[in-house]
């Protein structure tokens, strides 16, 4: 306090006494106040204020921490999840996704008790009871540290290990551990204990590239144990080796991995989770499983899994985190990481098929193949869209995917195109006839025939014969009645198109345009199943846990007359049939009806067989392309023991019958829809047709590796409609050769008295134009 001056008294000051010599000299003086003595406190009370003033000090700095603390949200990784992929069974495995982070939730439900036991039994035993801080954990540390005994615990609750886990803060510093420990309060203040122990058990580090739980039972004790129905014995081995998974894992550490399994075993005894017989019955830890790391994305069924990670990636589907939130998944990262489970609509076997098909030199000759030839095989279910098998190369890593990305002209495969939209119009049926004169010079753009010099011969024949001889000539003067812009928007409409500068080209219905394998698959189905264009897709189902995000639409995108496509079908069947430039195939698969077209482009650069029954499609393809990053398309030459240029009725007709009878073995034999009006092949050619160098007596049971003398299908190039010379270069060729047979025997005798069947016209020769004839 501020001192204050002495007030002065108007009375005398009294006498000094005798003896005072306060004022010296023994003279009288005036004597001073006595002094104030100052007042100390004990010791103790001085600690015990020290300490209450450090007290309200801490505690107002830990009301400050926690007020300004919040709770602790995931980080990147903790968010991440594996994606399991699965064929169309939707058990088995085609690949897992996880971007380094082996995650595979579980929820509450499926959480196995076992594992939730031993964990609290040997991290934290006041789980249950404690705030997310335990005190006497804290003390059972410093006293493990002493004695050095590690089993009695690091201090931290389960709540502050799992904060540890999702905020990825590993640092070691107090003030993370303060951090920790205020973020663990909060957390247990926010959530249940089934709930801190659940995410804790899916989100802690197993090791073996193992988070959680559920991808930790997979990877030490194989996919085949359901993580929801682990043992004890397998939980107490599993949460032992928490501490230092990597270093106790029982493949490099089986010492160390049995000390802790034994001492989990007891704690859970202790706490009584487990009882005493249990523990005694079973001393030792239960084996593991060697780690296994397929390499998903290799080999041909890489292609698959990244054709369904595309595809999902391609909807952006709105997902659930693991931290309550949601996000987009628009990328392949996203879909790997995002723990979903995707069924994909390929059948295991099929693939397999496919694949074997491929690998089989008989099928798919190696002899002689240049390294450059692409080889593509898909096959689509007709009700739906799916895809069924992909064959798009041997390694993503190597070739670019020969079906979804990779292109070749169409060839001849675009003919039934052109017949669909005349019949869709109404005003063309199976039974009209045209002038199949080789060469033909129609509205300023000459076509000729496959074949030798002017191309094959034929007189005025119906278009079913002309679709299963392929003539170049009857199907652009067919196009040019139509009009090209139909066959382009037919294309359109089917999921094929045509190149947009080619739309009102009359060669368009040669092929002339690049389409993918997986189009045409798409466009064939379509015919296939009566008339519906349903999208072809890799993806049935996409789920994560039990919330369903996606399932696949098969709601068609376009439907075309039934009559026409029924009719058209019956056309393509011809193809197949005795006589038609793939007639091996048909004789392979006896009283099975099969539907298809043969397609080979000038100078053999691609070659098509794409054919169908009603349960299935597939479109084979092969073409020969340079290097990147142009990929200019070359020609496929000759190889593999066909000794003129790869046509579509050669390998590509014999890859697909290979595959074929493997996919429909055991399946029933289902018949097309019949035509609108019953028509035969007849009138046939008036003139014996021009012998080519694969031209046998009869067809063959099957595809052989040499060209069976079947009819060779034919080619066209990217020519343009301008006027050409007879033969000269440039030209679309179409594939009219026979590449299956010879004519018929009536057709024979036919040509030899020099006369058609009831019903065909003669004809002296090619035309430049002329009327439609009626049939």
Avoid: C
Wanted: overall charge negative.
């Amino acid at each position: 306090m501020p001192s204050h001056p002495q007030a002065t008294s108007r009375r005398s000051a009294p006498a000094a006494r005798p003896g005072d010599h306060r004022h010296g000299g023994g003279s009288a003086a005036r004597r001073p106040a006595p002094k104030r003595r100052r007042r100390w406190l004990p010791s103790w009370q001085l600690v015990v204020s020290g300490l209450l003033l450090l007290v309200i000090m801490v505690v107002g700095a830990g009301a400050f921490a926690y007020a300004t603390t919040s709770t602790p949200s995931m980080n990147g990784d903790a968010l991440k999840a594996t994606t399991t992929v699965y064929y169309s069974d939707g058990t088995t495995v085609m690949g897992e996704l996880n971007g380094g982070i082996d995650r595979k939730p579980l929820t509450p439900e499926e959480m196995p008790k076992s594992a939730k036991d031993a964990a609290v039994a040997s991290e934290d035993r006041t789980f249950y009871e404690n705030k997310g801080v335990s005190v006497t954990g804290i003390g059972r540390a410093v006293w493990g540290v002493l004695t050095g005994n590690p089993d009695l615990g690091g201090g931290s609750t389960i709540t502050q290990q799992y904060v540890k886990n999702i905020t990825g803060n590993d640092q070691r510093a107090y003030t993370r551990k303060a951090t920790e420990a205020i973020q663990a309060l909060k957390v247990d203040q926010q959530y249940s204990k089934d709930q801190i122990l659940t995410s804790y058990l899916n989100t802690v580090y197993f090791g073996r590239g193992a988070y959680g739980i559920g991808a930790a039972t997979e990877a030490y004790f194989g996919p085949d144990v359901d993580p929801s129905q682990l043992t004890h014995e397998q939980a107490a081995l599993l949460i032992g080796i928490l501490p230092a998974p990597s270093a106790w894992d029982p493949a490099t550490s089986p010492d160390n991995a049995q000390k802790r399994y034994s001492y989990v075993m007891g704690a859970m005894q202790q706490m009584g989770y487990v009882p005493a017989e249990e523990v005694a019955a079973n001393p030792d830890m239960p084996g593991t499983v060697e780690q296994q790391k397929p390499q998903w994305f290799s080999g041909p069924n890489g292609y698959v899994l990244q054709a369904v990670v595309k595809e999902v990636a391609s909807k952006g589907l709105s997902v659930a985190t693991l931290d309550g939130g949601s996000q987009i998944i628009d990328t392949g990262d996203a879909v790997a990481t995002a723990g979903l489970q995707i069924t994909s609509t390929v059948d295991p076997k099929l693939q397999q098929d496919a694949i074997d098909t491929m690998r089989d030199p008989d099928a798919y000759p190696t002899r002689g193949r240049p390294e450059t030839v692409r080889a593509g095989l898909v096959s689509i279910d007709p009700a739906t869209g799916g895809v069924r098998a992909m064959y798009s190369g041997e390694d993503p890593q190597q070739q670019f995917d020969a079906v979804t990305y990779g292109a070749a002209q169409a060839g001849s495969t675009f003919k039934p195109f052109t017949l669909l939209a005349a019949l869709e119009s109404g005003e063309f049926t199976l039974s009209d006839t045209f002038d199949g004169a080789s060469p033909q010079t129609i509205d300023g753009y000459t076509v000729k025939n496959y074949g030798r010099g002017s191309g094959e011969q034929f007189g005025d024949i119906n278009l079913v014969k002309a679709t299963a001889d392929s003539v170049n000539t009857v199907y652009v003067r067919l196009n040019e009645e139509v009009g090209p812009e139909k066959t382009a928007d037919v294309a359109a409409r089917l999921g094929a198109p045509v190149a947009e500068s080619e739309t009102d080209l009359l060669s368009n219905v040669l092929g002339t345009s690049t389409v993918k394998p997986i189009q045409m698959a798409q466009a064939y189905a379509a015919l296939a199943n009566g008339g519906d264009v349903r999208p072809a897709h890799f993806v049935a189902q996409v789920k994560q846990g039990e919330d369903t995000r996606y399932t696949e639409v098969t709601t068609p995108s376009a439907s075309f007359d039934r009559d026409a496509v029924a009719d058209t079908v019956y056309a393509m069947q011809s193809v197949t049939k005795s006589g038609g430039t793939a007639a091996s195939v048909g004789s392979a698969f006896g009283k099975r009806p099969i539907a298809g077209k043969t397609g080979t482009t000038n100078e053999s650069k691609a070659a098509w067989f794409n054919g169908f029954t009603p349960q299935l499609e597939t479109a084979v393809v092969l073409y020969n392309t340079g290097p990147a990053p142009d990929y200019a398309q070359l020609p496929l030459g000759s190889w593999g023991g066909v000794r003129s240029d790869i046509t579509g009725g050669t390998i590509p007709a014999k890859i697909w019958t290979s595959y074929m009878t493997k996919a429909l073995k055991g399946t029933d034999v289902v018949q097309f829809p019949p035509p609108s009006k019953q028509v035969s092949s007849a009138p046939s050619p008036t003139a014996t047709p021009t012998p080519t160098e694969t031209a046998t007596a009869s067809p063959t049971e099957s595809p052989t590796e040499a060209p069976s003398e079947s009819p060779t299908d034919g080619a066209t190039d990217g020519a343009t409609d301008q006027p050409s010379g007879e033969g000269g270069s440039g030209q679309d060729q179409g594939d009219g050769a026979q590449a299956a047979g010879p004519p018929g025997l009536a057709d024979r005798i036919a040509a030899r008295l020099g006369q058609g069947r009831p019903g065909q016209q003669a004809t002296g020769g090619p035309t430049a134009s002329g009327p439609r004839a009626q049939g």
